[in-house]
């Protein structure tokens, strides 16, 4: 079983950026992987998609501030959080194919 790692949470100021990474155990370079989101108090929401192919989507209320990418070599996908908002705080879960999930990490967002 593949096991999925974040990491790169931590503490920003609004209008700062962070980079969330998530390194996998097996490789996943046909995987089809996303990034989700947990704020206190609310359901979990996809953020992102990144597709084997490279094709990427995003949540409305992220689009244009984040990027997902991925290196297929190194097994790892991305989140780069920019022009971050008090709103994005939450826990971030990197996921494969809708089944395996890591343990997340925490963002907030606050100055």
């Known amino acids: 079983q593949v096991q999925l790692v974040e990491s790169g949470g931590g503490l920003v100021q609004p209008g700062g950026s962070l980079r969330l990474s998530c390194a996998a155990s097996?490789?996943?370079?046909?995987?089809?992987m996303y990034w989700y989101r947990q704020a206190p108090g609310k359901q979990r929401e996809l953020v992102s998609t990144i597709f084997r192919n490279g094709t990427t989507n995003y949540a409305d209320s992220v689009k244009g501030r984040f990027i997902v990418s991925r290196d297929k070599s190194k097994d790892e996908v991305y989140l780069q959080m920019n022009s971050v908002r008090p709103e994005d705080t939450a826990v971030y879960y990197c996921?494969?194919?809708?089944?395996?999930w890591g343990q997340g990490t925490q963002v907030t967002v606050a100055s």
């Open positions: 996921n494969m194919g809708k089944t395996v």
């Open positions: 097996q490789r996943i370079f046909m995987a089809t």
